[in-house]
């Protein structure tokens, strides 16, 4: 753990009248959480890691003493089995590394060969793109000038996932790489139908007319050739959130219930919130609202909540919860956004907001987004603010 973050951990269990050994052994769960999830190759879908996920998140919960349930549903998932490039500098051939030089995108199609590299597309040849236009307008571009790659430079590599693949090979290109000549490729690919999965448990409360819902994704990219996507923030760390209220509220007297929900498939598209919200165990209506826990392992530059500038009434609801805390960390209010997996219940007349912390060295949907990154540095306090806020009658 991080002196910095150390420092904070006391300081806001001393200053809120809390035992320092909770605060500490919170940090120690998260951190445990999200290094086994993390152990799970990025937990991709059709791969033996989103297996293995669903059977510790199950497993969890059952210890804790819940009874888990799944929900399946199909998905379909373009996966690469092969990725490899080489550039040619001059007179010689040099291989880039994936994930640091250039990132293939989600819905780059199998490609094999060699072609000369231009900076104007030419029939044939691969396109290095100096240009503002959009990513759209460059595809039509491209397709209708016979191009046969496209090379996008980018000041920061963001890989995706895709159903299928896309009718052009496209390759991200960290833009500090020198220009090359030619470029040769390798990339095997081929699409998946496979099956995801949301796990849920229910926690009875003391009043049975209504519940909340708390959420977060547990899929991430998985691997792309050689490349593992660890996916620590995004969202090992909304999981071992969820987990670890989980495991304190089993022990707590709720006035409401509560369904812990680990999502599938959000990287997809939202499919598995879709899912959940088209076939709930319970009736919509009967929801007090949705918490939606994602990118969770930072927070020194605050708090971001989506959904609270246009839900007056609902975020004020959870406001006071902080208030009564004591926390006062900088606030982003945003407007709600199709960004995760709050959405879907939104669309369906459910009060729902999306929380994320702010901070950290930002590294999202790339290789460096690994467990010993997270600084946990507001941790404690948003635990407890959730917590005050499912206990609130």
């Known amino acids: 753990m991080r002196l910095q973050s150390l420092t904070f951990i006391i300081s806001v269990g001393l200053s809120q009248g ?36 669903i059977k510790y998140i ?4 059952r210890r804790m003493g819940y009874s888990p349930q799944t929900q399946s549903f199909l998905v379909s998932v373009h ?11 001059g007179s010689n051939w040099r291989k880039w590394k994936e994930g640091i030089d250039f990132i293939p995108a989600g819905d780059c199609p199998s490609i094999r060969g060699t072609w000369k590299v231009d900076t104007i597309p030419q029939t044939g040849h691969a396109w290095w793109v100096n240009s ?13 000038s016979g191009v046969s790659l496209l090379l996008l430079p980018r000041s920061k590599l963001i890989a995706s996932i895709a159903p299928k693949p896309g009718p052009l090979p496209l390759l991200y290109v960290q833009e500090r790489s020198s220009f090359p000549l030619e470029v040769r490729l390798s990339i095997k690919t081929y699409t998946c139908n496979t099956t995801a999965w949301n796990v849920y448990a229910y926690l009875e409360g003391e009043s049975s007319d209504s519940a909340w819902v708390v959420g977060a994704h547990y899929d991430h990219l998985g691997r792309i050739g050689k490349a593992t996507f660890w ?13 670890v209220l989980a495991d304190r509220l089993k022990k707590a007297r709720c006035p409401y219930g509560i369904w812990f929900v680990a999502f599938g498939a959000e990287e997809l598209g939202l499919i598995g919130s879709h899912r959940w919200v088209m076939t709930p165990p319970c009736a919509l209506d009967r929801l007090r609202g ?52 709050q959405y879907p219940f939104w669309l369906r007349g459910v009060p729902a907001l999306f929380f994320y912390l702010l901070g ?6 790339d290789i460096y987004d690994k467990p010993h990154t997270l600084t946990w540095h507001a941790a404690y306090p948003f635990l407890t603010w959730m917590e005050k806020t499912l206990l609130t009658p």
């Not at 199950?58 to 919960?61: E, N, P, Q």
């Not at 996966?79 to 500098?89: D, H, S």
């Not at 503002?132 to 460059?138: D, I, K, P, R």
């Open 18 to 53: 809390t035992s320092l050994p909770d605060s500490l052994n919170v940090i120690q769960q998260l951190q445990y959480h999200v290094k086994k999830l993390c152990s799970f190759k990025g937990r991709g879908h059709g791969t033996k890691g989103a297996q293995q996920t």
């Open 231 to 243: 996916g620590a923030n995004d969202n090992a760390s909304g999981v071992a959130f969820l987990l």
């Open 290 to 341: 949705m918490i939606n826990f994602d990118l969770l392992g930072f927070g020194e530059k605050g708090v971001a909540v989506v959904g609270a500038a246009d839900q007056p009434l609902f975020w004020q609801r959870i406001q006071q919860a902080r208030l009564q805390i004591n926390w006062d960390p900088p606030l982003l209010l945003r407007p709600m956004a199709p960004n995760s997996d």
């Open 79 to 89: 996966l690469f089995t092969k990725v490899e490039v080489e550039v040619k500098e």
């Open 58 to 61: 199950s497993k969890t919960l």
């Open 132 to 144: 503002t236009l959009s990513e759209e307008a460059v595809q039509e571009i491209a397709q209708k």
């Open 360 to 365: 950290g060295p930002r590294y999202y949907h």
